[in-house]
């Protein structure tokens, strides 16, 4: 059984930065590839950023390239998720998730299939 905890989120003026962390307790963390998730007010759950198992390979969405970057440290069972140039659209709950199956990381950020573990969530609020 794996455990995650996201924390960081928070309001924040367009423009600014936030770093969410995702803790993970419970199984070992490199088992799993990890990915952010979002959902707005009205909109679906959509994939943010996702990575491997041992930080290779990354996907981003179109919307938050450039923006936004994920990483993680396995010695320290964390995942991040920096947020550059944050704008008013990014207000969201942010999630972060894990899935063990072997599916390229863009696969589990399109369609969300496989995920085993979701976090809780945590609010980032982008308002002037």
């Known amino acids: 059984q794996l455990q995650l905890g996201e924390s960081g989120g928070g309001l924040v003026q367009p423009g600014g930065s936030l770093k969410l962390s995702c803790a993970a307790s419970g199984l070992g963390l490199d088992y799993y590839k990890i990915g952010w998730f979002r959902q707005a007010p009205g909109k679906e759950r959509e994939g943010v950023s996702c990575?491997?198992?041992?930080?290779?390979?990354?996907y981003t969405a179109d919307s938050v390239k450039g923006r936004f970057t994920i990483s993680r440290d396995n010695t320290k069972n964390k995942v991040y998720l920096q947020m550059d140039s944050l704008k008013p659209e990014d207000t969201a709950v942010y999630y972060c998730?894990?899935?063990?199956?072997?599916?390229?990381?863009?696969?589990?950020?399109?369609?969300?299939?496989?995920?085993?573990?979701w976090g809780q969530g945590t609010q980032v609020t982008v308002s002037s």
């Open positions: 998730a894990a899935t063990s199956i072997l599916h390229p990381v863009q696969a589990m950020c399109a369609t969300q299939l496989g995920i085993n573990y």
């Open positions: 990575i491997d198992n041992n930080g290779a390979s990354t």
